[in-house]
T-cell receptor, first 115, second 112 residues
Framework: GAGVSQSPSNKVTEKGKDVELRCDPISGHTALYWYRQRLGQGLEFLIYFQGNSAPDKSGLPSDRFSAERTGESVSTLTIQRTQQEDSAVYLC?????????????FGPGTRLTVL | GDSVTQMEGPVTLSEEAFLTINCTYTATGYPSLFWYVQYPGEGLQLLLKATKADDKGSNKGFEATYRKETTSFHLEKGSVQVSDSAVYFCALLNQAGTALIFGKGTTLSVSS
């Protein structure tokens, strides 16, 4: 596709359940980023991929959060045993290369609601 | 750690008014600075950027100048339009180049 796509667009889950969020970056983009935006807050960085390795995971808030990427393609963010404070919009971005030399293009986000 | 502070909103203006949205940052060294915009119902998109001190980023009539003395990157537009109504985010790139650090966003509402 022409842009970054994310699925699902909305996800409602019960506290304690696991969820998987998917990101399809722009074809050819080697760098991929996950951010989240909680209500009334700015975007918080979660994790950065270069290819299928993640040299910066410093933003993952707890060990309940994990992410993987297949080659230079799809990435999945998994949240285990969801908590109400995990409710947020999760945004994925990709860029042609890393190091800030290239613009990050953002997807539309997945709105996660934990009841 | 790195951080970005931008003025709280909402900012409400009449069409053709002058706009300033203040943004200051705290960071190691001299990071690249960005303004992102999110129009209603749309995804986040880059508005403008500046990569070194005294650089001026500009796009769609918006401008921001990288001021290292005041660690600021204020967004300005001389004459706003209704179509500029959106949420504006100031951001910096961390020193490792692996993450954008965002402010909380400022909502701009322009009426005709």
């Amino acid at each position: 596709g022409a842009g970054v796509s994310q699925s699902p667009s909305n996800k409602v889950t019960e506290k304690g359940k696991d969820v998987e969020l998917r990101c399809d970056p722009i074809s050819g983009h080697t760098a991929l980023y996950w951010y989240r935006q909680r209500l009334g807050q700015g975007l918080e960085f979660l994790i950065y991929f270069q290819g299928n390795s993640a040299p910066d995971k410093s933003g993952l808030p707890s060990d309940r959060f994990s992410a993987e990427r297949t080659g230079e393609s799809v990435s999945t963010l998994t949240i285990q045993r969801t908590q109400q404070e995990d409710s947020a919009v999760y945004l994925c971005a990709s860029s042609l290369d890393a190091g800030g030399r290239d613009e990050q293009f953002f997807g539309p986000g997945t709105r996660l609601t934990v009841l | 750690g790195d951080s970005v502070t931008q003025m709280e909103g909402p900012v409400t203006l009449s069409e053709e008014a002058f706009l300033t949205i203040n943004c200051t940052y705290t960071a190691t060294g001299y990071p690249s600075l960005f303004w992102y915009v999110q129009y209603p119902g749309e995804g986040l998109q880059l508005l403008l950027k500046a990569t070194k001190a005294d650089d001026k980023g500009s796009n769609k009539g918006f401008e921001a100048t990288y001021r290292k003395e005041t660690t600021s990157f204020h967004l300005e537009k001389g004459s706003v339009q209704v179509s500029d109504s959106a949420v504006y985010f100031c951001a910096l790139l961390n020193q490792a180049g692996t993450a954008l650090i965002f402010g909380k966003g400022t909502t701009l509402s322009v009426s005709s």
